[in-house]
């Protein structure tokens, strides 16, 4: 779609939000989930990005993304939260493989918008805990391109092999016979 008079292209597409309720505590899924998505040291990766070599960088990236993904952020806003009496917590992970996303961004290095996925881990006024998180392949499917797209279909059953071993339901918008 070309640009509006105004210089603007206005994308305008649907994303499945998951929103999965999961039968453990908070603390339990968190470290399970961190266990089964270690954090991956940025300062060391850019390191070794910027010796430009790239099968060194696919190497180290295989080798912390036991389930094909990395944490490349956290957020954990819970201590402020509470500052004004809320009781449940919440914290938020980037995750994603730099080495898949970069069969997405030599198309458009727009896909960065969504590229690493954010993860959400939160507990109700009820104390359940829910994961949330948005269907990969409705994000990346919104950039008109069929290699994008089929990238956030694998991404769909990379996420599905997570939710799978982190024990809780897969939405079956994730499964490789259900992918758009």
């Known amino acids: 779609m070309p640009p509006s008079t105004d210089g603007v292209r206005r994308v305008t597409h649907s994303v499945n939000r998951f929103v ?3 039968e453990d505590t908070f603390d339990n899924t968190r470290r399970r989930f961190e266990q089964l998505v270690p954090d991956i040291d940025l300062a060391t990766l850019a390191e070794v990005i910027e010796a430009g070599d790239l099968e060194a960088v696919k190497k ?3 080798e912390r993304t036991p ?4 944490n490349f952020w956290t957020l954990d806003p819970t201590a402020m939260m509470t500052l004004r009496g809320n009781t449940t917590k919440a914290v938020t992970y980037l995750v994603g493989n730099n080495v ?3 069969t997405m961004f030599r198309h458009d290095a727009g896909i960065m918008l ?3 996925i954010r993860i959400a881990l939160y507990t109700d006024a009820r104390d359940r805990t829910f994961l949330s998180v948005d269907q990969p392949s409705t994000r990346f499917g919104s950039f008109d391109n069929p290699d994008i797209a089929a990238v956030g279909r694998l991404l769909d059953e990379k996420l599905a092999a997570i939710l799978t071993l982190l024990g809780v339901p897969v ?3 994730l499964t490789v016979s259900n992918a758009a």
């Open 67 to 70: 389930n094909s993904f990395a």
């Open 100 to 102: 898949i996303a970069e």
């Open 60 to 62: 180290y990236t295989a």
């Open 171 to 173: 939405p079956v918008e």
């Open 114 to 116: 969504y590229a690493p």
């Open 20 to 22: 999965i309720e999961v």
